[in-house]
């Protein structure tokens, strides 16, 4: 849990080996998120994950990118202990955790450039702050060519799915700083920090998927 709020953040059931946690909804949903981080990350990307939970999506897609280095954190201690123990399933190639709140500047400002800052399902469990503490991370240590990848679910205007009108009432009566985000906010957000939506990929479950890159990377930009 990160400090400044105590109210549980993972909203499942977990079972544990050792140190391994094991989130069911991980197991659902980390090959297709694995496809999607395999096909938009930069060749022999420096992959930094913001709340990497139990470690799993970080195995998933090191395992279909070899030449990747991933980076997870969490603020949760248990959760960085999972991340470290699941570690060892990808030859190398996942570093040892970071303790990371995006509410706690001091242990943001210690990192280092990346070449993808990649997170899942963490900004409708936790302040709109979080957010935006994330795409300011983004635009200050994303490294030219670099890719912000989000995934979660998404309010759309009328469009909306009822599964997550319903999960966007049961956060905000768990939290009411909580809540489903608003698509248009969030790309609202980004483009306020010179990072545009560059790919939109709907997932199972009324997820979705979002690629950010710098607008200076696209093609016809004149910065
Ligand atoms: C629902 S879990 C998602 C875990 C994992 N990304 C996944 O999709 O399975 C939310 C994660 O966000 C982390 N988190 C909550 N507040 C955070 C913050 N202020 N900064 C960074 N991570 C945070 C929690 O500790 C938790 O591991």
Redesign the pocket.
Known sequence: ??QT?PTP???ESRTALHDRLH?P??ARNRDVIANVLSRVLPDQAEVLE?????GE?AVAACHLRPDITWQPS???RE?RASQAAWASEASGAIRAPLE????RPETVEVIDGFDALVC???IH??PWA?AEALVSLAARKLRPGGVVVLYGPYKLGKATAPSNLQFDASLKSRNPAWGVRDLEAVIALFAGQGLVLDARVEMPANNLSLVFVPSSSRPGSTR
């Open positions: 849990m990160n709020d953040t993972a909203l989130s909804s991980a913001i709340g990497s939970g139990t999506h969490d603020p949760d959760a990371i709140d995006l509410l899942m399902n963490v469990i936790a979080v």
